[in-house]
């Protein structure tokens, strides 16, 4: 399956994002019909160590706004331009990442600082570093939905 997603996020005067959807379609491949379907993310503050936090760093992330269950995400890394790095925390094989670029990178490809902290947090060597997961004709395709 292919996931095509174009996500769309609100901030507060303090920065923080407060509301984030995602349109996504979904296919089997580039000429299969499209499957629609909407995503909520709530974002959140994971535990706290040594000091408060002041913005949220996580999200959990379901088909209905505002739910208290769904997938939870941690962000690992942003450089608030070109790409976010989550960890996915509610894998039964242990926890695995994530790696979104923004839509003005996607030409450019993943930016060496993004690639070495992916690999850093996410371990390079797991055979899953490296598979593509990005396909030039979701961006034509998901252009326009949000």
Do not use: F
């Amino acid at each position: 399956h292919t996931l095509c997603s174009m996500t769309k996020g609100e901030t507060n005067q303090q920065g923080n994002v407060t509301n984030l959807s995602s349109n996504l379609v979904v296919r089997e491949k580039k000429t299969s019909p499209e499957k629609p379907m909407t995503l909520y993310a709530t974002p959140y503050k994971t535990e706290t160590h040594a000091t408060e936090r002041e913005n949220d760093n996580a999200m959990r992330v379901s088909k209905t706004k505002d739910a208290q269950s769904g997938k939870r995400y941690q962000l690992i890394y942003s450089d608030y331009h070109t790409c976010d790095i989550l960890r996915v925390l509610d894998e039964s094989s242990g926890p695995n990442c994530e790696l979104y670029l923004h839509s003005k990178a996607v030409a450019g490809g993943v930016p060496p600082i993004c690639e070495k902290v992916y690999g850093n947090a996410c371990g390079k060597d797991d055979p899953s570093y490296k598979q593509q997961v990005y396909y030039s004709w979701c961006k034509n395709n998901m252009e326009g939905t949000i």
